[in-house]
């Protein structure tokens, strides 16, 4: 008796090609991922995949199902997935760091003390990342380099693809100084990528157009301005944003990780100015210089803590040499 279920082989020649192109990557994935992340967690993904493989050939390869039927499954299935990665997520960068520096301190106060050499001994730090790990990098130029000094600072709070196209129009603000309406029109380019992230977003440090027209506007960018949602709706601020057009630069994708930006700003006369920021302002390679620092910091703390005790707290900081205990900051940095 002829079963009425199909095997690969009467599949059109598409399916066919699927199925092959799956069972090829499912062991190539597996391999690189031993490689880069060992046999733990190859069982779990590779497995996985072997799993639905399978399960996909014996059931919905052989009788494909309605889409009106498996649709409310998938869906299910999705939401579940993409709660399970904000869940994460959150927890990763927010609650997880929290939790370990608490638990970390009252296990100090215990008395706890933890082992000699976290470098040394069984279950070091070097065995925690294998096998993607390299102890030579732990003196790699002691004494010469010191990352503090390499850290970025953000000079504007906005999403990262804004950065360099903010430096760009300031400088030509500061360069030409010409005025709001005398602009017809504004061109920014950024890579490809970068430029889906930012482009005509709803929340305003991340909207490239609306940041830009505030930049137009008020000549800076504050924390203020970035994260005021109102303004979006301001007729000011929507007359601006129209005369900005976002343009994916596939040249500048080339160069990412390295965030380039360019603007190009058209006057109503014929005036075309351009300027390309390669290195973003606050960045290890563009440093801010102290003044910048604290116009930053004095734009995040002073509306907290208020302008005399952010005075008081900046030349503690600048003199930090001459603070006998931190306890003298402690005062500094709470609200009155």
């Known amino acids: 008796m002829t079963s009425s279920q199909p095997n690969v082989a009467s599949l059109d020649r598409e399916t066919r090609l699927s199925v092959a192109i799956v069972a090829v990557f499912i062991p190539t994935y597996a391999t690189i991922l031993y490689l880069q992340a060992g046999l733990?967690?190859?069982?779990?993904?590779a497995g996985s995949m072997v799993a639905g493989f399978a399960i996909w050939l014996r059931t919905t390869l052989r009788r494909p199902p309605a889409a009106a039927a498996i649709l409310p499954a998938y869906l299910l299935a999705l939401a579940l997935f993409l709660l399970h990665v904000l869940e994460e997520y959150a927890f990763d960068f927010a609650g997880m760091p929290a939790r370990n520096g608490v638990t970390s301190a009252l296990l100090v106060q215990a008395g706890g003390t933890g082992v000699e050499d976290i470098f040394s001994g069984a279950d070091n730090f070097f065995d925690a990342f294998l096998p993607?790990?390299?102890?030579?990098?732990?003196?790699?130029?002691l004494g010469e380099r010191y990352e503090i000094?390499?850290?970025?600072?953000?000079?504007?709070?906005?999403?990262?693809?804004?950065?360099a196209p903010l430096d760009a129009l300031e400088i030509l603000l500061k360069r030409h100084r010409f005025q709001t309406d005398q602009v017809k029109q504004i061109v920014v380019r950024t890579a490809t990528n970068e430029a889906k992230i930012?482009?005509?977003?709803?929340?305003?440090d991340i909207c490239l157009?609306?940041?830009?027209?505030?930049?137009?506007?008020?000549?800076?960018?504050?924390?203020?301005?970035?994260?005021?949602?109102?303004?979006?709706?301001?007729?000011?601020?929507?007359?601006?944003?129209?005369?900005?057009?976002?343009v994916g630069?596939?040249?500048?994708?080339k160069l990412m990780p390295q965030r380039v930006g360019i603007v190009e700003v058209t006057l109503n006369d014929g005036m075309r100015f351009s300027e390309r920021v390669d290195k973003v302002r606050g960045t290890f390679e563009n440093p801010m210089p102290r003044d910048e620092v604290v116009a930053k910091a004095r734009?995040?703390?002073?509306?907290?803590l208020g302008a005399a005790t952010f005075t008081k707290l900046s030349e503690k900081i600048f003199d930090i040499e001459n603070v006998k205990s931190v306890l003298e900051l402690r005062p500094l940095l709470q609200k009155s």
Request: charge should be positive; hydrophobic fraction near 40%.
């Open 209 to 246: 157009q609306h940041m830009i027209a505030v930049m137009l506007i008020d000549k800076t960018a504050s924390f203020k301005s970035a994260h005021d949602t109102a303004r979006m709706k301001d007729p000011q601020i929507l007359r601006q944003r129209a005369k900005v057009q976002l």
């Open 132 to 141: 993607k790990n390299d102890p030579s990098m732990v003196i790699d130029k």
């Open 249 to 253: 630069d596939a040249e500048l994708e």
């Open 149 to 163: 000094t390499r850290t970025n600072i953000k000079k504007w709070t906005v999403g990262s693809p804004i950065q």
């Open 40 to 45: 733990l967690v190859v069982g779990i993904v």
């Open 198 to 204: 930012v482009d005509n977003r709803e929340i305003p």
């Open 299 to 304: 734009d995040l703390i002073t509306p907290v």
